[in-house]
């Protein structure tokens, strides 16, 4: 569609160049251009900020497979609905994306859907830990990074060899860290917490010694991995000191956790962390430890979160709460500014995994913006929101900070 656009007197937030100040931006072609436009659309930017389109690295869509708590459309609905521009689709569906076939599946059927949808790949065959996927055919297939998720990779040997092979093929790694060893037959639920419900919460070490695990891994072999979710302080401690270092590593911060504390929703929602960890995870934030922020968007259905703390599958949907949450957190706590938030929503997401048009707004790269209106004040209602599920702890919580319009692949978009 060659669409021109061209947006005016908003203030316009560049990571790349490290600019913020009142501009216009003009689009034609699906590119942000330097040139002026014959007939433009116009949309009005007053007293908001453009960013370049925010990019969630860590979006479950469900699909194949698993259709009934998602899929490639509903999550690229809710993706622009909540300002992000690009999703990557994790790969544990059914099949699992751990052949070309199933990538091809998943970029096929989201190529004319609004946001830009990538893919990651399985890092082992069925993401059961034992046998390397064939990193070079899936990369070649499309996958820009490789991770086994909520079934991390327990072998040592298994995992060592997966950062030698990727490091060969140029691919980046992602772990869920948890060793699943300390966790079987508990509830995932934050110590203290759990002894006031009368639960067996999951160990700190759980999340700890498999952290420590893969940082001596990627230190052995030269590696380069990236941390998922990570949620307390003693990771947060462990990241900086290996990036103090040296080593290639990088890390995700999650809106629930840098937002919410083991007590926040005792009474209604699964506890998260302590106080000490959420402070943790902003400073992290502040100072560079973490990367990127993703938000783990885990649709599940009513009737099986209804299962009780035994059953209940984890996880929260979160794309369409992200950006309220990062600006009610981060910006109004003034833990980060506006080009820090740009940064770890956009310019290095679209860095790690090698997506060279996008993370800025300079002329040549790819039309995809983020627009904040960010006195905006609203209530969340999962009732309204475009995913098939409503699995959120956020629902009538006041936020500050919403996305009012996107610009993906060079289309505006205005949102309620």
């Not at 459309?73 to 070309?100: L, R």
């Amino acid at each position: 569609m060659n669409w021109e656009l061209l947006l005016k007197n908003g203030v316009v937030v560049d990571p790349e160049s490290k600019i913020q100040e009142a501009r216009s931006i003009r689009v034609k072609g699906g590119k942000i251009i330097a040139d002026r436009l014959s007939s433009p659309k116009e949309f009005d930017a007053d007293g908001m900020l453009v960013m370049p389109g925010w990019i969630d690295l860590h979006t479950h869509c469900r699909d194949p497979g698993f259709t009934h708590k998602e899929d490639l459309v509903s999550a690229s609905k809710a993706a622009i609905a909540g300002g992000f521009t690009s999703i990557v689709a994790m790969p544990n569906t059914k099949p699992v994306i751990d052949n070309p076939s199933v990538v091809d599946f998943v970029l096929q059927k989201s190529a004319g859907l609004e946001p830009s949808v990538f893919c990651a790949a399985a890092i082992t065959l069925g993401q059961t830990g034992e046998e390397l996927a064939d990193f070079q055919a899936l990369k070649n297939a499309g996958a820009v990074y490789f991770t086994d998720d909520g079934n991390p990779v327990q072998n040592d040997s298994v995992m060592k060899s997966a950062l030698v092979e990727a490091k060969k093929t140029g691919v980046l790694l992602a772990q869920h860290c948890e060793d699943k060893n300390l966790v079987k037959g508990l509830q995932c639920v934050g110590a203290r917490a759990a002894e006031k419900l009368g639960l067996n919460g999951f160990p700190r070490e759980a999340e700890l010694n498999c952290v420590e695990r893969d940082l001596r891994l990627v230190e052995e072999t030269g590696g380069r991995e990236h941390f998922l979710h990570l949620s307390l302080k003693e990771t947060v401690d462990a990241v900086k000191k290996a990036k103090a270092k040296g080593l290639n590593v990088t890390a995700e911060a999650t809106p629930h956790h840098f937002s919410l504390t083991e007590y926040a929703l005792l009474e209604k929602n699964p506890p998260l962390r302590e106080e000490k960890d959420v402070k943790a995870l902003r400073e992290g934030l502040k100072n560079g430890v973490f990367d990127v922020i993703g938000t783990d968007h885990a649709p599940h259905t009513a009737e099986e979160k209804a299962g009780g703390w035994g059953k209940a599958p984890n996880g929260i949907i979160g794309l369409e709460t992200a950006v309220g949450l990062s600006i009610t957190n981060l910006i109004e706590t003034k833990t980060l500014n506006w080009i820090q938030l740009a940064e770890k929503t956009s310019f290095n997401p679209a860095k790690l995994v090698n997506l060279e048009s996008k993370g800025s707004v300079k002329p040549g790269f790819d039309a995809d913006l983020t627009i904040i209106d960010p006195e905006k004040e609203w209530i969340v209602d999962s009732s309204k929101f475009k995913s098939k599920s409503r699995n959120t702890p956020f629902d009538g919580m006041v936020l500050k900070g919403k996305a009012v319009a996107v610009v993906a692949k060079g289309v505006l978009y205005e949102l309620d």
